[in-house]
């Protein structure tokens, strides 16, 4: 079964600071990864995803993503936090007939 | 850009009701789903569509049915609703294949049972 994991619930970061967000999944086959962004009272917005190729993946708003096989890790990132980055993070995985698999989300907390 | 609609921001029902939350794509998706969001579980699948009069179960369709009478719309339907269907419900769609199948989302209903 596909499945990913996001093992922190919340990540504080300083405006200007680097901001990493961690994933990990666990797939049979080649996996197909995905991050989601949600603002307060809002639905998921699509950053990114991964798919095949480059392991470095440019999203929306600044965002990347770094693909890991050996780690099994697709971890976002972003150099520099702004405080409007405040929000809810999902990490995904595609399954069979394009079901998306989430992780738990992660609470990004920017403070100027 | 892909715009995903859902009938209500914020609905108040009572216990035993019958609740149908509806979801609006303009893209021409074959793909429709139903999620709802809780605090810590992330989002599940309730049910979700890959074509006109098609439906499948996900994860979580206990006490949920669905109808999709035409392409661009997915009921959620709530027979009896329950306090611990209380939640945030989420639609989404996306085209079909492996390549091109990015889930975009409406804005989401919250659904408060009393």
């Known amino acids: 079964a596909q499945s990913v994991a996001q093992p922190e619930d919340q990540v504080n970061v300083a405006e200007g600071n680097p901001l990493t967000v961690k994933c990990t999944y666990s797939?049979?086959?080649?996996?197909?990864l995905f991050w989601y962004v949600q603002y307060p009272n809002r639905g998921l917005q699509f950053l990114l995803k991964?798919?095949?190729?480059?392991?470095l993946v440019k999203g929306s708003y600044g965002f990347e993503a770094e693909f890991n096989k050996s780690q099994t890790s697709f971890h976002l990132k972003k150099p520099s936090a702004l405080v409007s980055d405040s929000a809810l993070y999902f990490c995904?995985?595609?399954?069979?007939?394009?079901?998306?698999?989430f992780g738990a989300g992660t609470q990004v907390v920017v403070t100027p | 850009d892909v715009k995903v609609t859902q009938s209500s921001r914020y609905l108040v029902k009572r216990t035993g009701e019958k609740v149908f939350l509806e979801c609006v794509q303009d893209?021409?998706?074959?793909?429709m789903f139903w999620y709802r969001q809780d605090p810590g579980l992330g989002l599940r699948l309730i049910y979700f569509?890959?074509?006109?009069?098609?439906?499948e179960k996900g994860d979580i369709p206990e006490g949920y049915s669905v109808s999709r009478e035409k392409k661009e719309r997915f009921s959620l339907i709530l027979e009896s609703a329950s306090t611990n269907q209380t939640s945030m419900y989420l639609c989404?769609?996306?085209?079909?294949?492996?390549?091109?199948?990015?889930?975009?989302f409406g804005p989401g209903t919250r659904l408060t049972v009393l």
């Open positions: 989404a769609s996306s085209y079909a294949g492996a390549s091109t199948d990015t889930q975009y």
């Open positions: 797939v049979s086959g080649n996996p197909y």
């Open positions: 991964y798919i095949t190729g480059d392991n």
């Open positions: 995904a995985v595609r399954s069979i007939w394009g079901k998306l698999q």
């Open positions: 893209m021409d998706h074959e793909n």
């Open positions: 569509s890959y074509d006109v009069k098609m439906k």
